[in-house]
Each structure stands twice: as C-alpha cells, then as structure tokens.
C-alpha cells in the first residue's frame, strides 16, 4: 500500500496563491507516476494535472495551465501544487494520487488516492 497525505488548503482571497503537498509514505515513490484532482461541490472529480515518474512529462488541466505547476521532489517522497491567481471556481477538495501507469492529461485508474485538501477561494 501507497499512504498519501494532502496539506496545505485553506481560505483565500481570489488573486491569491496557495502550495498544497502531497506526502507519500513509500519506499519506491520515484517509481510511481502521480496526479491531481480535485472536487467541488455538486460536482465529478476531475483532472487537474499530472507528472510521470521522473518529472519528465507533465499535463495540465486547460483552466489551470499557466497558473498551476506540479513538481515533485523524489528524494523527500513529495508531491506538490503551485496554485497562483486562484478564483473562486478553484474551489474545490483537491486529492494526490498514485499508479505505476502514467494517464498523462486522463482521468486514469490510478491505485491510491490521498484523503483531500479543502481550498475555497473567495471573491
């Protein structure tokens, strides 16, 4: 088993910028390819972004690129997601997950998820 543990949500004013980390507890975490996604209220789970195993490759949802970056730090087993210029539509529980299968820009099937980072964002 994969544990992932989100942090870093929060309030925040539209405009602002937020780092959410994902840490995983496994030994071979460089071997897994990783994503975001994230849930507002009423609606599916989507994609956000995503980084292969090496960080080589990297998708991003079309509403968040250019705002968003996903990076990941293999030696400390962490996952991150740099959120500039959030607006309320950003809102949302964001979740980290995990698969040895790299999706790209798909849902996927990944194999773990964490339990979710609350980020509102208002106006």
């Known amino acids: 088993q994969v544990q992932l543990v989100e942090s870093g949500g929060g309030l925040v004013q539209a405009g602002d910028s937020l780092t959410l980390s994902c840490a995983a507890s496994?030994?071979?975490?460089?071997?897994?390819?990783m994503g975001w996604f994230r849930q507002a209220p009423g609606k599916e789970r989507e994609f956000v972004a995503s980084?292969?195993?090496?960080?080589?490759?990297?998708y991003y949802q079309h509403s968040v690129k250019g705002r968003f970056t996903i990076s990941r730090g293999n030696a400390k087993n962490t996952l991150s997601l740099q959120m500039n210029s959030l607006n309320p539509e950003d809102t949302a529980v964001y979740y980290c997950?995990?698969?040895?299968?790299?999706?790209?820009?798909?849902?996927?099937?990944?194999?773990?998820w964490g339990q979710g980072t609350q980020v509102t964002v208002s106006s």
């Open positions: 980084i292969s195993w090496n960080g080589g490759t990297t």
């Open positions: 997950a995990a698969d040895h299968t790299y999706y790209g820009e798909r849902y996927g099937e990944y194999d773990y």
């Open positions: 496994a030994r071979t975490f460089s071997s897994y390819h």
